[in-house]
């Protein structure tokens, strides 16, 4: 099913911030609530998010670092993966892999020539879905020690159809 991202607004703001991972991920992505908090408490990220709809129902949340002028460790990009998350009634459906898909078909016009994002390393993480993606690890870490990974544009998906 095909998905769009759309701006959070007073009209959906409670159901997307309703959204929940799977338990046992709570360790892997902070809930919606905490990522846009922190996307205000740290402009000089030029945070851009969205909510995820798949047809007239939220299904998860992207956050990127859009087009910002890189200082590691703790700004990374220009174009960075900052937030993925699919909530936990919807995970499984492709909807993650399509997100992907359009945050490439929106950067890539801009002038972006790798994607970069991080995981939390662990049992039940993100990793494997990142790395099916073609994201490969950078060898670095975060001051957090999340695992930084670089997607390199443009992207030849090879994950299949969204």
């Not at 997100?99 to 790798?114: D, Y």
Request: aromatic share 10%; no cysteine; charged share 20%.
């Amino acid at each position: 099913m095909a998905i769009t991202l759309r701006e959070i607004t007073d009209e959906n703001r409670e159901a997307v911030l309703a959204l929940r991972v799977a338990p046992g991920q709570e360790q892997f992505v902070s809930t919606v609530r905490y990522s846009i908090r922190e996307a205000a408490e740290n402009p000089h990220g030029n945070p851009w998010y969205r909510a995820v709809y798949a047809g007239d129902e939220p299904v998860g949340f992207v956050m990127l670092s859009w087009d910002v002028v890189p200082q590691p460790p703790h700004i990374n990009g220009p174009w960075f993966l900052w937030k993925l998350l699919i909530d936990e009634r919807h995970q499984g459906r492709g909807y993650g892999l399509a997100v992907v898909q359009q945050i490439v078909r929106l950067i890539e016009p801009e002038g972006a020539k790798e994607l970069l994002t991080s995981y939390v390393p662990g049992d039940g993480g993100p990793a494997g879905f990142y790395e099916r993606l073609g994201f490969t690890p950078t060898g670095e870490l975060d001051p957090e020690g999340e695992v930084l990974m670089r997607l390199t544009l443009p992207w030849r998906d090879t994950a299949g159809p969204a």
